[in-house]
């Protein structure tokens, strides 16, 4: 295969990972807005153990049927990783209880640079001048966007702070793991979803008693309502999916900058479907700087020294079999 065949093959399996990503989160994004704010379903961490149950008897059905392959993850790695997820899931949530909005924004944006750290320190990453300044240009965007009230007390920073560190260290042990142990992505989610599934299925329910005062027991549970969840939790499985593949053919950095354009979408999308309340030029020129950053980083970090690992190698075990959906073999090739 030539290198021009080759790269025009990883472009286009690139773009369908993105577009995958994009259009599963921000389904799920709108889906759930709609369960929450029209139905009253507001158990957000048992809802998440959903998602994760239903992920798990998917992959549980392909590996029936030859689909997936056999692969080892240590229980040592699995363990640390759904720490690190849960973590994420209930400091998100509890941050955005205990926050005003404007500070949970500026949170989530603070994934980026401590992504970045983490890929500094543990895979001695450099990045260029230009990929910085795209990276700051994408944070200014975002923010002038979506960050309006900013009010902070004590336990909703510590809050804040457990969610940045745990959503940046899963996000980074993705990448970490796919290249470590040759796990595809369909691979990785069979070990990981039922350890979370069963860990958010026994704590979602109290803990959402905890931030709700309501019971998810004694929610009425309605044929609409729950054909919601229904959906809510299929969607789930292509967005639990398209977040491995994206961090495993790409980095965690990369996943976080760009997918900021999810946040712009859903944003648009809630113009048009919920109403025009909040919409403005601020919000407008937000939008703009931030969608043209994406596409400065995405220029800058694909160019030569624009993000590279220095001179290292990771320990990997014995190759295994990867999964197919959109997974290719250029491991190396990381943005």
């Keep these: 295969m030539s290198s021009t065949i080759k790269a025009e093959r990883k472009a286009t399996l690139d773009a369908a990972s993105w577009m995958f990503n994009v259009v599963t989160s921000v389904g799920i994004i709108l889906v759930n807005k709609a369960l929450m704010a029209t139905y009253g379903f507001s158990f957000a961490t048992t809802l998440t153990g959903l998602h994760f149950a239903t992920t798990t008897l998917l992959t549980s059905f392909l590996r029936w049927l030859g689909y997936i392959q056999p692969s080892h993850l240590p229980f040592s790695e699995l363990l640390k990783f759904v720490l690190f997820a849960n973590f994420s899931i209930v400091g998100m949530n509890v941050s955005l209880m205990w926050n005003s909005v404007g500070f949970y924004q500026i949170a989530k944006l603070s994934m980026i640079p401590v992504s970045c750290f983490l890929e500094v320190v543990l895979d001695h990453v450099r990045y260029s001048r230009d990929t910085k300044l795209s990276i700051l240009l994408v944070l200014l965007g975002v923010a002038v966007c979506t960050v309006t009230d900013v009010s902070v007390n004590a336990k909703g920073f510590i809050a804040a702070l457990v969610a940045v560190w745990s959503t940046s260290l899963q996000q980074y042990y993705v990448h970490f793991l796919q290249r470590k142990y040759s ?3 369909f691979n990785l989610l069979g070990h990981t979803a039922p350890a979370q599934a069963a860990s958010l299925l026994v704590v979602g329910p109290f803990l959402d008693y905890w ?15 729950v054909l919601f969840i229904i959906l809510s939790c299929t969607i789930a499985v292509g967005t639990n999916l398209s977040q491995f593949i994206c961090i495993g053919r790409f980095t965690a950095v990369s996943f976080q900058v760009l997918g900021h354009m999810k946040t712009i979408l859903v944003l648009i999308l809630g113009f048009i479907f919920f109403g025009k309340e909040g919409l403005n030029l601020h919000v407008v020129l937000g939008m703009i700087i931030a969608i043209l950053g994406m596409i400065w980083y995405g220029n800058a970090s694909s160019k030569p020294g624009g993000k590279e690992r220095r001179s290292y190698s990771l320990p990997t075990t014995k190759s295994q079999k990867h999964d197919g959906l959109l997974e290719s073999s250029d491991t190396d090739e990381k943005v």
């Design 183 to 185: 796990l595809g992505s």
């Design 211 to 225: 931030l709700t005062n309501k019971r998810v027991d004694a929610y009425n549970y309605g044929t609409t309502s």
